[in-house]
């Protein structure tokens, strides 16, 4: 790859990836309610309609159950669908689509049929936004045998990572949350992939494990740079995917320091972070010298009123808290 | 004329009710004073409000993102209305919910939810729950335009028309969806007022911006359904003033609103408070002098419910899991 310094933002580097892929392959397409839209999907579909026109960037009536299950058969049928939901909890109504059908299709027909989807629900909360435009779901995607599920941070990892969705052959979930789209990286001009199921080392350090993804990431990140002037160095690990899971970065970094905090952006009950922490008890249990520490948000819808949002959401703050716990554990 | 003046004051009063409090949240969201999303509902007021003038306390109502209209013509407390919008614990919603969350279960306003076609089903089950317990109440789901695209409602009117359920599916067509104009969702010959026909619902296409016209043709679907003969379609033909979230989008910086300025203008014509103002000062029940009074009457009612909510405090802290269950 060659040396590139040239700055993009993350929600640009969406935009690019789309672009390219589009540009390399004609079965790519775009399908789902705002497209057109920067009220729903930012500047991540900037320019896609002009330079590819209406049949392939498609924005739709507000159908997320139809919509949806037309990209899982178009898939089926053989092209690439990239379909986007501007919030992952309009994207309830597709479940079937999703869950039934897109994730099982590949193994209840012998392998007959595969499903080469991207599916881009986009996380977008705060501002009194209230319960039903606030959700995080990423641990519930996780959950289902046949998906995959990527959970990028930076404009580098999601302009890879978003590529690799398109060309893999099976339906991919695209976490995708609008705190990130500021977010700004050294991004390479051509297409590049990075592969699902590496993780990567954002800071060494050797007091202790910190394991994050999407937008948590980029506070854990603020967390970890805190702690350093505090004299605590936190080797804070990004897994960039959730599923398949970089199971080795995480427990090799856990043998090193023996203490692990995980901050996941979404409810505790069932969350992805309790499943971190049963890999790492399992198969890293002799190592561990404190108990493992998850920060997430508490089990209770997203309140409207500013007063308890800023109770609710977390942020490097609560990372910190909890990482002083662990270190402090005796 | 066959309506008497405190019948028709009636109306007026309760369509410039919800126009002033709408418009009176204005200037707090340019300030950014108020911070929830807020869809309003300037220049749609004839619907909830000709509707509601035949609905008993008792009867059921389910709303949308855009339902202040909704709440305050069913009887929700403007107070309580401005409170919640403000975020505070004295809101409809005890501030858990904003402004597309508002409910008045004693006024038989259920809640509203902005997950488009959401609130559809719901309803239907309203009216199931009256079939069962045979007590004749009446159950109305507002949705948009935008709804029609789900499959909820078309799921909804097959079960209301199979098992005769006495709900109105009440569609407040104002000609867009967010950005899209209905012409993008749907095929142009396609009326959704005969999305109803295949499931044999009755169904009516009614000027919604005329509150007497509303009013009466509601009047008898509402009785229709309270006898027991099954579900009514409504569509009602109407447009929002203000853009889709907050007054104007576009001043707003979110750029949705991308409706013609001559479409805009044509429309405020036919504003439904001005013509119902119309009527009634040319049929000499009111004067000018008594319709500013009516005006006046309204905007001390919105002051107070703005100090109501100003006195009001936000919900504490220690409460953020009150609510998770009952
Ligand atoms: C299931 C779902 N999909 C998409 C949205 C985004 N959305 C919010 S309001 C809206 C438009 C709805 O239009 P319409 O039903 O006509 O109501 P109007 O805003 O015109 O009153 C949409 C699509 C949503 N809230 N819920
Ligand atoms: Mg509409």
């Known amino acids: 790859m060659s040396i590139n310094n040239r700055k993009l933002t993350y929600s640009l580097a969406v935009n690019e990836a789309i672009k390219q892929m589009m540009e390399i392959d004609e079965s790519v397409f775009v399908i789902g309610q705002g497209v057109e839209s920067p009220w729903y999907v930012g500047n991540t579909c900037t320019g896609l309609i002009e330079e590819f026109g209406e049949e392939r960037v498609i924005d739709t009536p507000v159908s997320e159950n139809a919509i949806t299950g037309s990209a899982v058969g178009a898939a089926i049928a053989g092209m690439k669908p990239i379909v986007v939901h501007p919030r992952v909890d309009f994207m309830l109504y597709a479940f079937d689509p999703i869950i039934n059908q897109a994730a099982n299709w590949y ?18 909360r705060g501002g009194e936004q209230a319960a039903q435009h606030s959700q995080a779901l990423h641990s519930l995607f996780a959950h289902i045998p046949g998906l995959k599920v990527i959970a990028p941070s930076t404009a580098y990892d999601v302009k890879g990572l ?4 398109i060309k893999d052959p099976n339906p991919v979930v695209f976490i995708d949350d609008r705190w990130i789209y500021g977010q700004e990286s050294n991004v390479p001009n051509e297409i590049y992939e990075i592969p699902f199921g590496k993780g990567t080392i954002r800071n060494e350090g050797n007091d202790i494990t910190l394991v994050s993804f999407s937008y948590m990431a980029v506070e854990a990140q603020k967390a970890t740079d805190e702690l350093k002037n505090k004299g605590i160095n936190v080797e804070f690990i990004d897994i960039r995917t959730i599923k398949p899971l970089d199971e080795d970065i995480i427990l090799n970094s856990v043998k090193k320091t023996g203490k692990l905090v995980i901050a996941d952006g979404s409810w505790r009950t069932g969350s992805f972070a309790a499943e971190i922490a049963a890999i790492v008890a399992q198969k890293a249990f002799k190592y561990l010298k404190a108990p493992i520490e998850r920060v997430t948000l508490p089990d209770i819808p997203a309140p409207a009123s500013s007063e308890l949002e800023k109770a609710y959401y977390i942020n490097s703050d609560n990372i910190i808290e909890a990482i002083k716990k662990v270190v402090n554990y005796k | 004329m066959k309506y008497n003046k405190d019948f028709l004051g009636g109306l007026y009063k309760m369509m410039v009710r919800i126009r002033t409090v709408e418009e009176s949240f204005v200037q707090p969201i340019l300030d950014k004073k108020i911070i929830c999303p807020v869809h309003l509902c300037s220049g749609e007021e004839a619907v909830p409000v000709g509707i509601s003038a035949s609905l008993s306390k008792k009867d059921f109502v389910f709303g949308t993102h855009r339902s202040h209209g909704h709440y305050l013509a069913k009887g929700g407390d403007m107070g309580e209305l401005v409170a919640e919008i403000y975020g505070k614990e004295t809101g409809c919603s005890r501030g858990r919910g904003g402004s597309m969350h508002l409910i008045d279960p004693e006024n038989g306003m259920l809640g509203a939810a902005p997950i488009v076609g959401g609130t559809i089903s719901l309803a239907l089950g309203a009216a199931l729950a009256s079939q069962i317990r045979k007590n004749k109440q009446v159950s109305i ?19 209301a028309s199979l098992k005769k359920l006495p709900i109105i599916f009440v569609c407040e067509n104002n000609l867009y969806s967010t950005h899209m104009h209905i012409s993008k969702m749907r095929d142009n010959t396609n009326n959704i007022a005969d999305l109803a026909k295949p499931h044999n619902i009755k169904s009516y296409t009614v000027d919604g911006n005329d509150v007497l016209k509303v009013y009466e043709t509601s009047k008898e ?14 569509e009602f033909l109407t447009y929002r003033q203000r853009g889709h979230v907050g007054p104007d989008d576009n001043i707003q ?3 949705t609103d991308i409706r013609p300025r001559e479409e805009i203008n044509e429309w405020l014509e036919k504003d439904p408070i001005l013509r119902l103002k119309k009527v009634l000062l040319e049929n000499n ?22 100090i109501f909510s100003d006195n009001s405090n936000k919900p504490q802290i220690k409460d953020l899991s009150k609510y998770v269950y009952k």
Do not use: Q
């Open chain 1, 162 to 165: 978003l590529i690799s969705a």
């Open chain 2, 253 to 255: 910086g979110t750029h």
């Open chain 2, 285 to 306: 029940f009111f004067n000018n002098a008594e319709i500013n009074k009516i005006h006046k009457e309204v905007e001390l009612e919105v002051e107070k419910a703005f």
């Open chain 2, 141 to 159: 789901s507002y949705f948009g335009d935008g709804a029609t695209g789900e499959g909820a409602l078309s799921e909804s009117m097959n079960f």
């Open chain 2, 221 to 234: 679907a509402i009785e229709y359904c309270r006898e027991g003969n099954g579900p009514v379609f409504m």
């Open chain 1, 107 to 124: 193994y209840m027909n012998g392998g007959r049929a595969s499903v080469p989807l991207v599916i881009w629900p986009i996380v977008n």
